[in-house]
């Protein structure tokens, strides 16, 4: 005779079966088409940091260990443009770049099919939310072991009002219990498709949001909520994209730092690097920490070669040296400038162009004649420019506008240059403690300025990073006491306020 297994009303429930994924998917949502930032092209594609905004976004889901996949769903008519940036950034994970449909529930649908049949995590993302982090992913993913269904949010920081049809406040919710919701969003697979296909039943369905889905058609499924973080904004308006610029400015102001010295060393073994400044202050600093880790380092100044970084023909001249001597050039580092101080209507004509020439025309003339050595090694372009170059600041108005200028220059050949390799990057650091300073401002607390050597082994963790189009902040640590200035670097300076 057959057990019967049926279990009465007190009976205990069985505990449910361990879930166990067979791989984590992320899929990334990219139908957007830009309309509200007036763009001719879908918002994803915008380049922002040197790179589009879905290549950012998809290398923090490519770089994540707890991700096994990717698929992307792309905007009609522009799958071929998403496909070339994958291929060219050489993203393994992802394994689909496929149209996305006509609405949100629509793009869902294709997406589940395209992960297909079997139990796995899912991971929706907006593509314009290239700011997600590591630990962002990895606490959804973590959540996914205990709840069926996880959402991203951070505290309101606003207080929301509920209006009627005529814009009349009808109720103000409680802040403290109220979030604003971000991605990625995260289910046990086999959650989301039950949400959804229930979903269909509802003639009145339209999903903005995969979690309202599972609130609304699974109500009694716990949704867990983990904190998402306030740089994780969605590009969505003009001012998002210069806020997201910003954000990764300050993102890369701690450039990645390798373990120890040996990586360091493995890192730098074999490169030559080309200094232009590189007599004293931060570019002399720069080329002792790059030769104590194995590279071959070439510094030319006015005051130690005679070499004119505003002249076409000094700068062709160092190049040339330098190659000739190692057979490449993998960096080009410009921390040539002057800083002449004083009213530019009492400026003279000669000190004018001297300082147009040494700090912007230099600068160019370098990138020029760099090019083709570091696309020969896929190498880097590092330029410097001065927290002045946010604000012009009197006295010396020539000085940071220059530098502004840089900023510029940086960001414009870094979408330039992506095409060839060439990474072009901008160190911005606080008020330094160099000769260049000190002629130009006399004596000051040491406590109150930066350690060239500090801004010397930032220039070093950018020029070994795959970083382009940032400007790096580089800033003061607490307590921070600046090096003391190697001895004969200010009697080599050129002028009473050069930097080589």
Not at 373 to 402: F, I, N
Request: contains cysteine.
């Amino acid at each position: 005779m057959t057990q019967d297994h049926t279990t009465g009303p007190d009976a205990t429930p069985e505990t449910p079966a361990p879930w166990r994924p067979s791989r984590t998917v992320a899929v990334v949502l990219a139908g957007g088409t830009g309309t509200r930032l007036g763009l001719g092209i879908p918002k994803q594609l915008l380049k922002i940091a040197g790179k589009p905004i879905i290549e950012h976004t998809l290398a923090v889901f490519e770089a994540a260990p707890e991700i096994d996949e990717i698929i992307v769903l792309m905007a009609t008519g522009h799958v071929a443009d998403a496909q070339q940036i994958v291929d060219k950034a050489g993203f393994r994970k992802v394994t689909k770049v496929i149209e996305g449909g006509d609405t949100r529930n629509a793009t869902t649908r294709i997406a589940l099919d395209a992960v297909g049949e079997g139990d796995c995590n899912i991971l929706f993302h907006d593509a314009v939310r290239p700011l997600v982090s590591g630990r962002i992913v990895r606490e959804c993913v973590n959540a996914l072991w205990t709840y069926a269904a996880v959402d991203v949010a951070i505290p309101s920081a606003d207080t929301i009002i509920q209006v009627d049809e005529n814009d009349c406040i009808t109720d103000i919710p409680v802040r403290s219990s109220l979030r604003r919701g971000q991605t990625p969003q995260a289910f046990r697979s086999g959650t989301i498709r039950e949400a959804y296909r229930l979903a269909e039943g509802d003639p009145h369905f339209a999903a903005t949001d995969d979690c309202g889905v599972v609130l609304r058609y699974l109500p009694g499924t716990p949704i867990k909520v983990i904190d998402g973080s306030d740089e994780n904004i969605k590009v969505t308006h003009p001012v998002d994209v210069h806020l997201a610029d910003k954000l990764f400015q300050l993102a890369a102001a701690q450039a990645p730092r390798v373990t120890d010295h040996r990586s360091y060393t493995e890192e730098l073994t074999g490169r030559t690097i080309v200094i232009f400044g590189g007599s004293y202050g931060i570019g002399h600093d720069l080329a002792e920490l790059a030769r104590r880790y194995g590279a071959q380092v070439f510094p030319f100044s006015r005051s130690s070669t005679g070499t004119h970084v505003e002249r076409a023909a000094d700068v062709e001249a160092a190049l040339k040296t330098a190659f000739e001597a190692t057979g490449r050039i993998d960096h080009v580092v410009v921390t040539a400038g002057i800083l002449e101080k004083g009213a530019l209507a009492e400026m003279d004509e000669e000190t004018m162009d001297r300082v147009l020439q040494v700090n912007f025309v230099g600068p160019v003339i370098a990138a020029r004649q760099s090019l083709p050595y570091l696309q020969q090694t896929k190498g880097q372009l590092l330029l410097y420019t001065s927290s002045s170059y946010t604000r012009g600041r009197a006295q010396y108005a020539l000085y940071s506008s220059t530098k502004a200028a840089l900023v510029n220059l940086t960001q414009a050949l870094s979408d330039e240059w992506a095409e060839l390799g060439v990474r072009v990057n901008c160190i911005n650091p606080e008020r330094t403690a160099t000769p260049m300073r000190t002629k130009a401002f006399g004596e000051e607390p040491e406590h109150t300025l930066l350690a060239a050597e500090t801004v010397a082994q930032a220039s070093l963790d950018v020029l070994i990073s795959d970083l382009t189009g940032q400007v790096i902040d580089v800033r003061r640590a607490p307590g921070e006491v600046p090096a003391q200035s190697v001895p004969g670097q200010a009697e080599r300076a050129a002028s009473p306020a050069s930097a080589g």
